[in-house]
């Protein structure tokens, strides 16, 4: 186990108490960007200072990702660790460092398929961390693309080395997910709202969203920047919540 999947491992492997003899069947997860990771913040959703934003590539580094059966509903509000009747850890994903712009046709990046206990997975569990090794090692995030505003475009590199934990309740979306069953076909997914990282113009300045989100002015000068993440809740399971803390 790497040091980067520690915390959370440990986590997840202390909320554990189902029992081995459960019925096993497939259980997928995937992470997504939506639209705005793989077509790019455009008009009328552009950045809330009003840059158009196309990505060639959204890097996020995954490390301790873990699904959980609850004997409550976990509320992400209220944050604190979930009541855990069986627990999962996709062991595939001890780090794991994906491009949310390269998809499958649903617009999704497959990460792992687990054997899971039969039953309704109601949280996630899950680190962005830096990357141990490659390219971009000692960065947990990376965005890089063009934006453009008023005629001007400028290329960008946007990195940060923070760790992000997150604590999720039920996926919120058109259909529920997470239910294993016998001959099912369950799959859970890692949302990132980019929107909470770079705002959006067309929901207007006084928005909490906007309010908190740091635009792209910022790094209007192009080239390589440093972004300050800590604070934002870019982590979602759907539009379900997640309780998040930095370190």
């Known amino acids: 186990m790497s040091l980067h999947c520690a915390h959370l491992c440990t986590l997840a492997a202390a909320l554990s108490i189902g029992t081995a003899a459960a019925a096993e069947a497939p259980l997928q997860i995937f992470a997504n960007g939506e639209a705005l990771a793989r077509d790019g913040f455009l008009a ?8 158009e934003l196309r990505f060639d590539h959204v890097f996020v580094t ?15 509000h209220a944050g604190g660790k979930p009541s855990a009747t ?15 712009t390269d998809t ?7 990460l792992a398929t687990t054997a899971a206990p039969e039953g309704h997975y109601t949280a996630l569990v899950w680190s962005v961390v830096p990357a141990a090794s490659g390219d971009w090692a000692g960065k947990s995030m990376v965005l890089i693309g063009t934006a453009t505003r008023d005629g001007q475009s400028v290329d960008f590199t946007l990195t ?5 934990d997150y604590i999720c309740g039920e996926y919120v979306g058109d259909t529920r997910k997470g239910f294993v069953t016998a001959g099912g076909d369950a799959d859970l997914e890692l949302t990132f709202h ?9 929901k207007g ?7 908190h989100a740091l635009g792209f002015d910022a790094f209007a000068t192009g080239g390589t920047h440093d972004m ?5 809740h870019i982590g979602h399971v759907g539009e379900g919540h997640c309780a998040v803390s930095y370190r």
């Open 44 to 51: 009328p959703e552009l950045t809330r200072d009003g840059w």
């Open 62 to 76: 995954l490390s301790g990702v873990s699904a959980l059966q609850t004997d409550r509903p976990y509320d992400a």
């Open 86 to 100: 069986q627990t999962v850890i996709f062991d595939a994903i001890e780090q794991m460092t994906i491009d949310l």
């Open 104 to 110: 499958d046709a649903e617009g999704r990046v497959p």
């Open 160 to 164: 940060s080395d923070a760790t992000h």
């Open 194 to 202: 980019l929107d909470h990282v770079f705002g959006r113009y067309d």
């Open 205 to 211: 300045a006084a928005d909490h969203m906007n309010v």
């Open 228 to 232: 300050a993440l800590t604070g934002l």
